[in-house]
């Protein structure tokens, strides 16, 4: 069963820091590029990072220069570092993956064939 479970979610302060961690079962994320998306109440999904399998690596605005995503594919599990956290970033975050993910199109959801089920992130003020 092929699966994404994110884990490393839960409450800090503003200022703090946080790492999230997507492992997969079922498939081998060696041949996927690896998304970040998240979601807060009221709003629409965004993306927030990508990586595709060679390892280049993108970024939404909102947390360039904070974030960074990374990749273990040894341990089929895929990483969000995040640091300078603002009460902004409070959302349920989603990791995914797509067998097609490039600079033009890593940031839309359909690109991605396989979803997590969510990890909830607060930053409180």
């Known amino acids: 069963q092929v699966q994404l479970v994110e884990s490393g979610g839960g409450l800090v302060q503003a200022g703090g820091s946080l790492r999230l961690s997507c492992a997969a079962s079922?498939?081998?994320?060696?041949?996927?590029?690896l998304g970040w998306f998240r979601q807060a109440p009221g709003k629409e999904r965004e993306s927030v990072a990508a990586?595709?399998?060679?390892?280049?690596?993108y970024y939404a605005d909102s947390v360039k220069g904070r974030f960074t995503i990374s990749r273990d594919n040894a341990k089929n599990t895929v990483y969000l570092q995040m640091n300078s956290l603002k009460p902004e970033d409070t959302a349920v975050y989603y990791c995914?993956?797509?067998?097609?993910?490039?600079?033009?199109?890593?940031?839309?959801?359909?690109?991605?064939?396989?979803w997590g089920q969510g990890t909830q992130v607060t930053v409180s003020s």
């Open positions: 995914a993956a797509g067998t097609i993910v490039y600079a033009y199109n890593w940031s839309a959801s359909n690109t991605y064939n396989y």
């Open positions: 079922g498939f081998t994320l060696d041949y996927y590029g």
């Open positions: 990586i595709r399998r060679g390892g280049s690596t």
